[in-house]
T-cell receptor, first 110, second 116 residues
Framework: SQQGEEDPQALSIQEGENATMNCSYK?????LQWYRQNSGRGLVHLIL?????REKHSGRLRVTLDTSKKSSSLLITASRAADTASYFC??????????FGPGTRLSVLP | KAGVTQTPRYLIKTRGQQVTLSCSPI?????VSWYQQTPGQGLQFLFE???????NKGNFPGRFSGRQFSNSRSEMNVSTLELGDSALYLC???????????????FGEGSRLTVL
């Protein structure tokens, strides 16, 4: 079974609003990463947070990691129509393969 | 620097046929991994190669195989195609970090396989 689970499965917001997506995982990890996928395209790396980090920022993105709860959240501030995509969390431990969650489909309405 | 290149981008096959997909990683990347993406199962890990050696393998039947060449280019093959093999097959390359390879993945645009 997949290790990462995103919540919600789908999210629809207006431009300018913030979007928050959550990810839960089951086992120990070395790092957690978030990726974006535009419809039918390849995934694009957004941000990586290591297991010893609690929060990380990159532009309009803010990621938090709570290893005690085995969960992470991705916040996109001031959303734009161009942010419409699917967002996936991915986890990996040393020597093991990446495991992706089922993704959150974000729709940003103009 | 050129990105990850996957060929072909689209292909249609019939049940029972076989297919070979190709992936050229970013120059200098030695790790290549493959994923199958379907609406029902999401992104499923197929296998990972590093310096021509398979490091990890996902839970797929033996009909799915892969290899990596000395120039890091990789191919995956699916034999005896089934309808359920219809999917977007994604390849990703990465630069290993001190041999542990926990860095980011760079994905190609994928090969969309339709099995009729």
């Amino acid at each position: 079974s997949q290790q990462g689970e995103e919540d919600p499965q789908a999210l629809s917001i207006q431009e300018g609003e913030n979007a928050t997506m959550n990810c839960s995982y089951k086992t120990s990890i070395n790092n957690l990463q978030w990726y974006r996928q535009n419809s039918g395209r390849g995934l694009v790396h957004l941000i990586l947070i290591r297991s010893n980090e609690r929060e990380k920022h990159s532009g309009r993105l803010r990621v938090t990691l709570d290893t005690s709860k085995k969960s992470s959240s991705l916040l996109i501030t001031a959303s734009r129509a161009a942010d419409t995509a699917s967002y996936f969390c991915a986890t990996r431990n040393y020597g093991q393969n990446f495991v992706f969650g089922p993704g959150t489909r974000l729709s940003v309405l103009p | 620097k050129a990105g990850v290149t996957q060929t072909p981008r689209y292909l249609i096959k019939t049940r029972g046929q076989q297919v070979t997909l190709s992936c050229s990683p970013i120059s200098g990347h030695r790790s290549v991994s493959w994923y199958q993406q379907t609406p029902g199962q999401g992104l499923q890990f197929l296998f990972e190669y590093f310096s021509e050696t398979q490091r990890n393998k996902g839970n797929f039947p033996g009909r799915f195989s892969g290899r990596q060449f000395s120039n890091s280019r990789s191919e995956m093959n699916v034999s005896t195609l089934e309808l359920g093999d219809s999917a977007l097959y994604l390849c990703a390359s990465s630069w290993p970090l001190r041999g542990t390879n926990t860095g980011e993945l760079f994905f190609g645009e994928g090969s969309r396989l339709t099995v009729l």
